[in-house]
């Protein structure tokens, strides 16, 4: 028995002297000279070293990790050393990164900025159905009667032949009847445009125009030997509201010979 635990602890002795090297307080594995800044020194072509593998729960609870003590997480596939200056473990996985902490508290909400520029505007859409008609509205108030209308326009029946008359003082040179019925009571006005000539030097004549013998428009005196145009213009009168006598008449004085008129339009309103 005895040679049998001597035999085991040389052979023992041997191997391990032949695959580890402790020199200059160091250790190397793999090397008979470690390197001098290397507390182990482990040398291989065809293997790597395995530190202990932990999950997240399990490297989390480790007490009082040492500054730098190094695990690797086999939940997140990482290796995974302690600072304590952070109280916490840092992924070398996310180099230079820490683990992402809680999210922050919502900030204040910020001032609101400056409008933009509007944009163009859209094109305009398809016209939409036409509603429903609505509600006929209430009649509104009668408005103020508006004025009448032209009345009558008459061309007397001699015209373009010339009236004459040869003696002194007023003479009808024609006649006919209106029905006045139709314009209304108050606001009448007539018109009347021709022409008219004297016979010879020294003779003076006018025209007049009478509703029921009763002049209502007397022209200027005229002395021309040739014809010449007249108007008389608006000339308000009194509705006599009926059938009623209109007469034309000239009148000469001086050394007679021929007053001559001729009536283009009589209007009635």
Same mark, same amino acid.
């Given at each position: 028995?005895?040679?049998?635990?001597? /035999?085991?602890?040389? &052979?023992?002795?041997?191997?391990?002297?032949?695959?580890? %090297?402790?020199?200059?307080?160091?250790?190397? $594995?793999?090397?008979?000279? +470690?390197? +001098?800044?290397?507390?182990?020194?482990? %040398?291989?072509?065809?293997? *790597? /070293?395995?530190?202990?593998?932990?999950?997240?729960?399990?490297?989390?609870? /480790?007490?009082?990790?040492?500054?730098?003590?190094?695990?690797?997480d086999t939940d997140s596939s990482c290796f995974f050393y302690y600072r304590i200056v952070l109280s916490s473990w840092v992924s070398l996985c996310t180099t230079g990164i820490?683990?992402?902490?809680? %999210? *922050?508290?919502? *900030?204040?909400?910020?001032?609101?900025?400056?409008?933009?520029?509007?944009?163009?505007?859209? /094109?305009?859409?398809?016209? *939409?159905?036409?509603?429903a008609t609505g509600a006929t509205g209430s009649t509104g108030a009668t408005g103020a009667t508006g004025s009448a209308g032209s009345g009558h326009t008459i061309s007397l029946s001699w015209s373009p032949s010339w009236a004459n008359q040869s003696n002194t003082g007023w003479q009808g040179v024609g006649a006919f009847w209106v029905n006045f019925s139709d314009l209304p009571l108050s606001g009448n006005e007539m018109r009347y445009t021709g022409e008219c000539q004297t016979g010879g030097s020294g003779v003076t004549g006018q025209i007049r125009v009478l509703i029921n013998g009763n002049p $209502?428009?007397?022209?200027?005196? &005229?002395?021309?030997? %040739?014809?010449?145009? &007249?108007?008389?213009?608006?000339?308000? &009168? $009194?509705? +006599?509201?009926?059938?009623?006598?209109? #007469? $034309?008449?000239? #009148?000469g004085t001086g050394a007679v010979s021929t007053v001559s008129a001729r009536f283009n339009t009589i209007t009635f309103k």
């Open positions: 028995m005895k040679k049998f635990i001597l /035999i085991s602890t040389v &052979f023992l002795t041997s191997t391990v002297a032949h695959k580890l %090297t402790a020199q200059n307080n160091n250790v190397g $594995i793999g090397t008979l000279t +470690p390197n +001098p800044s290397a507390v182990l020194d482990l %040398t291989a072509t065809d293997k *790597g /070293i395995l530190v202990p593998r932990l999950t997240s729960v399990q490297r989390v609870a /480790i007490t009082n990790p040492a500054n730098g003590l190094l695990v690797y820490g683990q992402t902490g809680a %999210t *922050g508290a919502t *900030g204040a909400t910020g001032a609101t900025g400056a409008t933009g520029t509007t944009g163009v505007t859209g /094109i305009t859409g398809a016209t *939409g159905v036409t509603g $209502i428009w007397t022209s200027a005196s &005229f002395t021309n030997a %040739t014809y010449s145009s &007249f108007d008389s213009g608006l000339v308000s &009168f $009194i509705n +006599p509201a009926g059938l009623s006598l209109v #007469e $034309i008449q000239l #009148e």
